[in-house]
Structures are given as C-alpha cells and as structure tokens.
C-alpha cells in the first residue's frame, strides 16, 4: 500500500525547508536574473541587434530560466538529500515505512514544487523589464514542469552520490552552469562558425534552452520535437539511474 | 511470553566482506525489556539495524510478531520506533514540527493532541517551539525517543540510551522506559554500562565479534558477573601481592601503589579484608569500592577469568 501521508510528510517537511530558507531559495535566484535584465537587457541589450527578429532582453528569458530551473533544481535536489546524510537523519527515513518511489516523490515533487515556484516568479519579474508574450503558453508550462522534475531528480542523485560539500556543487557550477551559457541562451547557434555549431550540438542543455525559445517565439535553433525528445530522454536516464540505485540501494542502506 | 521477535542463523556481511553478524540466533519476548551489552565494535548497532530494517541480512531468518523480516520489510517497519546512538536531528526545525514529520513519516495522521501528550510526558511541551539546534544534549534525546514514539510503536530499539548522559536524565530515562513497559511495549536495548541492563532488563544478551555469546535472565547474569572490588590507594609501594592476601582474587596497579581485590558476590567480605588489611599492618591512604564496568567484566569473561 502507497504510503501517501509519508509523502506528504516529506513534501511539506522540505517545503517547510525553504521558507526558511526563502533568501537563498527564492529571492537570491530572483535579484541575480533581475541583474542580468538590466545590464543584458536595459543596458547593453539595447545596442545590440534584434536576434531572430527578437529584441535581445527578450531573448534571453527563456535562457535565463532555464539557467535558473536547471541550477536551482539540481542544488535543492541535492542538498535535500545529501543533508540528511550529513547531519544523520538519514536514519529516520531508512527506517520509516516507506518505499524509494515514495521517497523520491516526496523530495523531487517539493524540489520541483519549488523550481517551477521559482520559473513563475522569473516570468513575472521578466515583465518588469520586457513585453513578454509567450506563443505557445502550454508548451512553455510542459517545458517548465519536465525540466523541473527532470532536473531536480538529477540533483536527487547527486545529493546520494556526493559525500562532500564540494562534490554537491561539482556539477552544477563546473557543468550544468557552463552548458546553460554555451547552450544558446544568451545567442542563436547559427551566429557560430559551422564548426562550433557542429560543437554545440553534442550540448543536451541546448535543445532544452531551444525547446523553451520555441515555446516563447517560435525561434529555436533544433526542431521542437527534438528538444521534446532529449529532455523525456533525460528524465528517462535519470529514473533508470533512480531505479538502480533504490534496487542496490547505493548510499542508503549498508 | 510468546517471542515476538526471532533470529535463526543470521548473518550480516558488509560490502568490504567484513562478517559482522556471526550465526546469530536470539529471541525476544513480547513486552520484555531486553538489554544487548557488548564492547564497541561488537555488533550490538548492526544487529539492532538489521533488525529495524536500516541493514539488509545476508543469511537467515529474522521473524517479527510472525512475518518473516524479508518478506514484509515495509510492515514490520510500522511497529518499529528506533532511537538512534547519535543525537542525529535537524538543526533548525521546531520540536513539535519535527515529531509531527516522525509521525507522518510512519503513515500516521496528524494528531497534534497526541504529539502534545508526548511532549508532556518526556518533559518537553514547554520546548515544543523551540529550534532544535537551542536545546541540551538530554533534551535532544528525548526528542528522539518522542519522535520514535510518536506512531505508537509495538517495539522500541534504543541504542545506547544512557550514552553522554547525565545521571539525573538516566533515571529519567529509566522512568520512561518502564512506563513503556507497562504500556506493553517490548524494549530492545543497547547498552555499554551494566548497571542500566541492572536496573531496568527482564534479559540481557551479550554480543562479542557479531557473536551472541550468552543471554540469561538479568539476575542470572549479575551473580555471574556483576561482582565488586576494593581497591586501595597505597601509602607505599609494594613488590608483590601480599600473602594473607592468597585466597582473594587480587592484583596490583599502578606500578603497586594500587592494590585491587574482587569482592565476592555471595559473601559480604569487604569488612573481613578491611580487618585482615589492618591486622597486617598494610597503610593505605583511602580505599574504594567500585563496580566493574561491562567492558573489564566482558574482557574477563571472554578470557575466562569470570567465573
């Protein structure tokens, strides 16, 4: 039997998490994209030419978010679990009656809960220095929530994997985050010579940031149902890498 | 008493090959208060884990109120509540939130009557809003035995209840965990210092290198070994144990300025020594009778001197 109030127990309880840490979670993530509006945007975006018929400060929204989802999701995914492991509570959830699905629903679902928190807010805040008009908002909402379950359930591995403070920020500052900037948030790969576009290409964050263009302008750099396919085949990696981890149970039981 | 718990032929390997769990068999029986000593290393937290599910067996059966541990892992879990050695709590979260998260975690409905109740009861309701990190290492126990508590649990693990704890909080503890008893709740557990499986076993077992090497009744076990000793702080040092002293269990320490004797159980001798002592003129400085901690007990007894 699913055991539903562990779940839940688990959702609020890292809910609960982020209020008090609201700064770092919410607030910090927020003033550094409102940074990036005024000097990409305001400042500097405003002697720089139009990109794919795009004024520049709205063309980096969608990279910018995915900057935010894919950091965010993968820091609080981890630190969600690699802090029980740390200060011990770890042995609370070993011995609790409750499954790995249950354990991966409670602390991904609020991971996401929080990302996609966070993506909205993003948006908002966008609309105080661009007009904003999203093409296809269903797409865009479906973008928002896979990348955020996707990416919070790669930080769900991390957070098992790590067994030090720098391992858990490792990845998303040596990979993640140099991906996100070489992925075409901040350009079209087509302004590259073919050679990097070529480059590019072997970039899996680039088809997401493009996904996401495309949902905002109808502008992207691969077809959309390539980018629709890389991140469902990233969820996929990362429940395969789920599923052996609660089968051998690495990190979570001796 | 029926056994509600029931290991045949367990055994525990860890991943580096190291054995920790030898062939063990041992039974528990439902409303017992069973008190597991051994020396560190000896397996008494591996065995308490795998039992709790925390560890998975290699080999054997473990049985709990009649399912085998295996099987029905998930459901076996929901009787089970485990205080844990280390005071291992989350820094920041209020008492209250945190025993409420317990609760939740074993499937239970919030009850913020019950879990107020609790809180009473281990002397915490005035601190439920405080932040964890705020409160002493005695409170942080009892934290944990009330989140352990907190799913009405038929069968409650504490290990090493008493370790870092002053001696009032211990008869605290002693307190709480007879109560429990008399709630039917059957309690497992570990423990370095004889005088708590002394004051509060019905049974005790002894664990030594991932062996169970004896389980008897409390009573048993101390005239076996919870016997005393003298010792003596003396004015001068001495080469050799003295002569009248040949039909005592006795030794010198402390390059012979100590002088230590066993006293015997079923005999009340310490005033015989004391006069024998004087009657042979050997100064001493002060004496003491000290209670032998389980660790030199279990060193003796594993080398054979216990008699």
Known sequence: MINFKAILAIYFHEIERTKRTLFQSIISPIISTSLYFIIFGAAIGSRINEIDGVSYGMYIVPGLLMLNLLTQSISNGSFSTFFPKFNGTIFELQAAPISGIEMIIGFVGATASKSILLGTLIIITSTFFIDLNIAHPILMIFFLIITSITFSMFGFIIGLWADNFEKLTLIPLIIVTPLVFLGGSFYSINMLPEFWQNISLLNPVLYLVSGFKYSFYEISDVSIMTSIITILIILLICILFIIIIFVKGYNLRN | ?307
Not at chain 2, 93 to 116: A, H, I, M, P, Q
Not at chain 2, 267 to 281: A, G, Q, R
């Open chain 2, 1 to 307: 008493m029926t056994n509600l718990i029931s290991l045949k032929k367990v055994n525990k390997f860890y991943n580096n090959s190291y054995h920790a769990l030898k062939d063990v068999n041992l039974n528990i029986k439902k409303g017992e208060i069973f008190a597991l000593l051994g020396p560190n290393g000896a397996g008494k937290s591996t065995l308490i884990n795998t039992i709790c599910g925390l560890a998975y067996h290699s080999s054997g059966l473990i049985n709990i109120a009649g399912l085998d541990l295996k099987k029905n892992r998930k459901f076996i879990k929901t009787m089970i509540g485990l205080v844990p050695q280390e005071l291992h709590l989350e820094a920041f979260d209020t008492v209250f939130s945190n025993v409420c998260y317990s609760r939740g975690l074993w499937g239970k409905k919030n009850n913020y009557e019950l879990v107020n109740n609790l809180l009473k009861k281990l002397k915490l309701f005035e601190k439920k809003d405080s932040l964890l990190i705020q409160l002493s290492g005695g409170m942080k126990r009892r934290v944990l035995i009330a989140k352990a508590l907190s799913h009405n649990p038929k069968i409650l693990f504490l290990d090493e209840p008493s370790a870092g704890v002053d001696v009032e909080l211990r008869q605290e503890m002693w307190e709480i965990i007879y109560k429990l008893k008399e709630e039917g709740v059957t309690i497992i557990l570990t423990t370095h210092y004889i005088e708590e499986a002394e004051e509060i076993a019905d049974r005790v077992g002894i664990i030594n290198e991932g062996r169970i090497i004896l389980v008897e009744e409390k009573k048993q076990l101390l005239a076996k070994l919870g016997n005393k000793k003298l010792v003596l702080k003396l004015s001068k040092k001495l080469k050799s144990l003295p002569i009248f002293l040949k039909n005592y269990s006795a030794k010198l320490n402390k390059n012979g300025k100590e002088l230590e004797i066993n006293l015997d159980k079923s005999k009340n001798d310490i005033l015989d020594i004391i006069s024998l002592i004087k009657k042979n003129k050997l100064s001493f400085l002060e004496f003491d009778i000290k209670k032998r901690s389980l660790e030199s007990i279990f060193i003796d007894f594993i080398k054979g001197n216990t008699k």
